[in-house]
């Protein structure tokens, strides 16, 4: 699991002890742009093995075929070319996709951070008395004072000759 999963899953369960329809709402959005996420990604991987399919038929296409670099084009390079270029074309596109999605989830992530700074700004507010107060209470206990030593010797800085 990634550090970035270890905080949303952090982030979920502290958005669960909130019980308004804004929790519920954001957790929807989230959960939603986490699948769609995970979709791109799926399509991503699948266009990359397209990608390394065209090349590795090409590759193949220049081994075993005596024809590859004569003028005429076979049809099997020709469809592994196609191939190759609209993958290359739909990682752009699909990377681009992607980016968004990923930018998407930041923004809602943060929604969820304001909303669970509001709710313990809330709780800490709600559960704080209005005045501090001190109590203490005598008891038989030892209390020992450390004082720091202050060093005998001082650091100096080191002058060194010039070489010439």
């Excluded at 590759?59 to 592994?80: C, D, H, R």
């Excluded at 800490?124 to 008395?129: D, E, L, T, V």
């Excluded at 038989?140 to 010039?162: D, F, G, H, I, R």
């Amino acid at each position: 699991m990634s550090e970035r999963q270890k905080q949303c899953d952090f982030m979920k369960a502290l958005m669960l002890y909130e019980d308004t329809e804004e929790r519920r709402r954001l957790e929807a959005k989230i959960s939603k742009a986490e699948r769609d996420e995970k979709c791109v990604w799926r399509v991503l991987f699948l266009v990359l093995v397209l990608e390394l399919i065209s090349f590795a038929g090409l590759g193949y296409s220049a081994v075993f075929m005596p024809e590859f670099f004569q003028n005429t084009k076979p049809l099997l390079v020709k469809l592994f070319c196609t191939l190759g270029l609209s993958a290359a074309i739909c990682l752009l596109v699909f990377g681009g996709y992607w980016l968004w999605h990923r930018e998407v989830l930041n923004g809602l992530h943060e929604e969820c951070r304001r909303v669970i700074r509001a709710a313990l700004d809330d709780r800490y507010k709600a559960n704080s008395p209005s005045h501090a107060t001190l109590a203490i209470h005598e008891r038989n206990v030892e209390v020992y004072e450390m004082e720091t030593a202050v060093p005998q010797n001082k650091t100096s800085v080191l002058s060194l000759p010039e070489i010439s």
